[in-house]
């Protein structure tokens, strides 16, 4: 038995994504069951003492680069095999996932739950937050030039907008957020993944207090909505 394939077992096993410190405890903890397990036995004098396979001692000191080695290693084998799943690696973890390319036919177990396609105007309000975040309401208002009640509203009951806290400002305005749902809805490991993530958080927005709507701003002070708008097209 190879590590390659414990990795493997362990990702189709769980429920839920996998994150590369956990499967390399798995490892480490259940190979040094079975040696303490061998010991004890041995130990006590037991007749029928437990055979170790040679490969499980080197399993007790796994680390978390091997581990990831492996990921690349099943990525690398199920692109070259053509295989019609493949791993993805999410804000919590790795998974076992279908390939985009099968979309349509794996929703077809699932007649009654349809795709949830986000507006170009939640796409804008919710791009302003995730580059920008935390934000308050007025700050996405500032930005969009329109009251954004509603949409806030809207992106937080569908769970991929959260309040963040309060901002140390005249009123203690609401701050708002990204949560792990967005991420996995457009299928990034974090908000450094986003596109041009460092450059726009970089980009002077117009604030609450000027009151100008986006529109009114030199072109290159406007925030770029197209990388995230796209991302939501391939991912819904």
């Not at 739950?113 to 007025?138: C, D, F, H, M």
Request: charged share 25%; glycine share 6%.
């Amino acid at each position: 038995m190879e590590l390659i394939s414990i990795v493997e077992a362990l990702l189709f096993a769980s429920q839920e994504p996998l994150g590369v410190p956990q499967m390399c405890a798995a490892v480490k903890d259940t190979a040094k069951d079975i040696l303490d397990a061998a010991s004890e036995s041995a130990g006590a004098g037991e007749e029928s003492q437990i055979q170790i396979p040679e490969w499980v001692a080197p399993l007790a000191q796994t680390t978390e680069e091997q581990v990831r080695g492996i990921l690349d290693e099943l990525i690398a084998r199920y692109e070259a095999e053509k295989h019609a799943f493949t791993l993805v690696e999410r804000a919590n973890g790795w998974r076992i996932a279908a390939r985009g390319e099968y979309a349509e036919w794996c929703r077809a177990l699932y007649p009654g739950k349809k795709v949830q396609r986000l507006s170009q105007p939640a796409l804008e309000t919710l791009a302003i937050v995730a580059y920008r975040q935390p934000i308050t309401k007025a700050g996405i208002e500032a930005v969009r030039g329109v009251s954004v009640d509603a949409m806030v509203q809207q992106l937080i009951d569908r769970g991929l907008m959260k309040i963040e806290g309060r901002a140390d400002l005249p009123g203690r305005p609401l701050l708002y957020g990204t949560t792990e749902a967005f991420l996995d809805h457009f299928g990034v490991r974090s908000l450094d993944d986003m596109p041009n993530a460092s450059e726009l958080r970089r980009v002077k927005l117009p604030t609450a207090e000027e009151g100008a709507p986006a529109a009114e701003q030199p072109q290159e002070h406007q925030l770029s909505l197209a990388p995230v708008t796209s991302a939501a097209a391939d991912d819904s």
